[in-house]
């Protein structure tokens, strides 16, 4: 250690000095408040732009058509995952984007829970229940194929078009 070294319990050296302490720091954020002035401190990330109407009503109609054309190469497996990202993107931002995802995600969950009961009753009937359960599924394969496209057309058109035979999840 040298003479104007501080030891480590902040005591100086022999024959030395303790460093003067540190300037003072800015307050938060950086800025100099004007004397006697009350800023109060920012938490959190800025608040969301809103969304042009437009723009809103193109990605309300992108939620559902891309949602459709999922459920056709996927068998309906994977219609949530576009619709479940676009959705979290741009839901605060638009109250219509909001409203038409929450539609399209509650129609893949239920869709998703169709086809896990007709393939239990399915597996628990030893194929059996398959003669039932496969075309309901099928059915409601086929609705929610057509439903997601009628749904993008209205969307576009700027409407809050509820989607029937769909189980609320997401409200």
Excluded: C
Excluded at 47 to 76: K, N, T
Excluded at 152 to 170: D, M
């Amino acid at each position: 250690m040298t003479d104007s070294t501080p030891s480590p319990d902040g005591t100086p050296a022999p024959g030395g000095t303790v460093p003067p302490p540190p300037p003072h720091q800015p307050p938060y954020g950086g800025y100099q408040q004007a004397p006697g002035a009350q800023y109060p401190p920012q938490y959190g990330p800025p608040a969301p732009q809103p969304m042009l109407e437009s723009d809103a009503r193109m990605y309300s109609m992108l939620i559902h058509l891309v949602a459709g054309v999922a459920v056709v190469i996927s068998a309906g497996f994977l219609g949530f995952v576009a619709p479940l990202v676009i959705w979290l993107i741009f839901r605060q931002r638009s109250a219509l984007i909001d409203f038409h995802g929450k539609q399209q995600l509650n129609l893949q969950i239920t869709g998703l829970i169709v086809a896990a009961g007709a393939l239990v009753i399915t597996l628990m009937t030893f194929g059996f229940g398959g003669i039932v359960a496969l075309p309901a599924w099928i059915a409601y394969w086929v609705y929610s194929i057509v439903i997601s496209f009628v749904a993008a057309a209205k969307a576009n058109s700027g409407e809050y078009y509820p989607i029937r035979f769909a189980i609320p999840f997401i409200k």
